[in-house]
Nanobody
Framework: QVQLVESGGGLVQAGGSLRLSCAAS????????MGWFRQAPGKEREFVAA????????YYADSVKGRFTISRDNAKNTVYLQMNSLKPEDTAVYYC????????????????????WGQGTQVTVSS
């Protein structure tokens, strides 16, 4: 089992920045990749960014490419999401997720391969 705890959400004005953190604990040696998803009210959960554990490789949704950066600290078992140039449409609950399934390698942007989820952290961007 893997436990995920997110932190770093909050309220920010449009154009501002926030950094989310996701700390993994438990059987972290089994993690193949981790990702961030978000869900706005009345909408489906959508992919934001993901990172392959080893070797490192990153994936981004088109809507955040160039503004968001995902990174990981293997020693701390922590993944970060640096969010810059935030827009009101980025407002959502952001969820951290981890996968120990090899099918993650073929579709890291899908919800399906992710095995573990955090509780979510609210990000609100005011206009």
């Amino acid at each position: 089992q893997v436990q995920l705890v997110e932190s770093g959400g909050g309220l920010v004005q449009a154009g501002g920045s926030l950094r989310l953190s996701c700390a993994a604990s438990g059987r972290t040696i089994s993690i193949l990749g981790m990702g961030w998803f978000r869900q706005a009210p009345g909408k489906e959960r959508e992919f934001v960014a993901a990172v392959r554990w080893s070797p490192s490789f990153t994936y981004y949704a088109d809507s955040v490419k160039g503004r968001f950066t995902i990174s990981r600290d293997n020693a701390k078992n922590t993944v970060y999401l640096q969010m810059n140039s935030l827009k009101p449409e980025d407002t959502a609950v952001y969820y951290c997720a981890a996968s120990d399934r090899t099918r993650w390698y073929t579709n890291p942007k899908s919800i399906l391969p992710y095995t573990y989820w955090g509780q979510g952290t609210q990000v609100t961007v005011s206009s």
